[in-house]
């Protein structure tokens, strides 16, 4: 029964540093830097907690020669427990130019390769039938969709990057709490305050509805200083407390780390998440009042 819970609650992965990683979930995110970009990130949740879940993300998004639209990728892979998923997503977004602002509509397909090493597991009744078969490379098809406002120092963003809640195992599973992909709903939002030459303070959240799990929280306040290195809190609710810290090898290259601390009982088992992150941006180009020298993917 836990083992289920668990897995309902953490079907899609956490990232702390989500800001950075924005496309994995909102599809109108594409072409948000007005250059390529790529992102890559690995986080090891709960080190040392058995079974604990491991993801990698690859995204890449650009604007098309029309500018008004935007195509991307992504590539997740996440493993916790005997569940693996290897999520392979293409992204296009169209943008509506206003004279400080843009509204971009983003839609997301792709598929998700679910795979679970059931016999390896110990169910409490024998014979159970939900396990006396493992499940390799099922493929769960998804659609999704996203839209984004931004300005110059502020953006806020909906999305639900997977709409059809697939069924995970055959047949009838009255144990299970949840036998199907859960439609998640995010919503992102975040902005920059000018403190002095050198310092720009940039609050962001992230919040996460999910049917049949507590709503997810996470607040963050991160600092750029001499725009060139990152350091930052964050707290996700009832859940963990982190650091976050980047820094800037020049316009283009990007190195992040981020540790979360968790409050809840699984602390007394683990020693804390880790998350790295590098970030490429190439031919970065800034065009108009909506994309100065502050507003880039390496900061929304």
Request: proline share 5%; charged share 15%; no cysteine.
């Amino acid at each position: 029964m836990s083992l289920s819970y668990q897995g309902y609650a953490q079907q899609d992965p956490m990232f702390t540093q989500y800001m950075f990683n924005t496309l994995s979930i909102n599809p109108a995110y594409a072409g948000i830097a007005d250059a390529m970009s790529v992102t890559a990130i690995h986080r090891s949740q709960w080190v040392g907690f058995d079974g604990a879940p491991t993801t990698q993300t690859l995204t890449l998004h650009t604007p098309l020669r029309k500018e008004s639209i935007s195509v991307g990728g992504t590539i997740v892979n996440d493993q916790h427990g005997p569940v693996k998923q290897i999520g392979i997503y293409g992204d296009v977004s169209y943008r509506i130019f206003f004279d400080k602002s843009r509204l971009a509509f983003g839609l997301k397909g792709g598929m998700n390769m679910f795979s679970a090493n059931l016999l390896d597991l110990n169910p409490t009744t024998d014979g159970d039938q939900a396990f006396a078969a493992n499940i390799n490379g099922k493929i769960l098809p998804n659609v999704g969709f996203g839209m984004m406002w931004y300005s110059k120092r502020t953006y806020a963003g909906f999305s639900v990057p997977k709409l059809l809640e697939n069924a995970l195992l055959d047949g009838e599973l009255p144990d299970f709490r949840s036998n199907s992909e859960s439609r998640h709903f995010f919503v992102i939002a975040g902005t920059i305050f000018p403190i002095s030459n050198y310092v720009q303070f940039k609050p962001s959240a992230l919040i996460k509805v999910v049917n049949g799990a507590p709503p997810g929280f996470d607040v963050t306040a991160n600092f750029l200083f001499y725009e060139k290195f990152w350091a930052g809190a964050m707290y996700r609710w009832q859940d963990a407390v982190g650091v976050l810290l980047q820094y800037e090898f020049n316009n283009k290259f990007r190195l992040g780390y981020a540790f979360d601390y968790t409050l809840s009982d699984i602390s007394k088992y683990s020693n804390g998440s880790h998350e790295i992150m590098l970030g490429l941006d190439i031919g970065r180009k800034w065009a108009g009042d909506v994309s100065p020298r502050f507003f880039s993917t390496r900061y929304f």
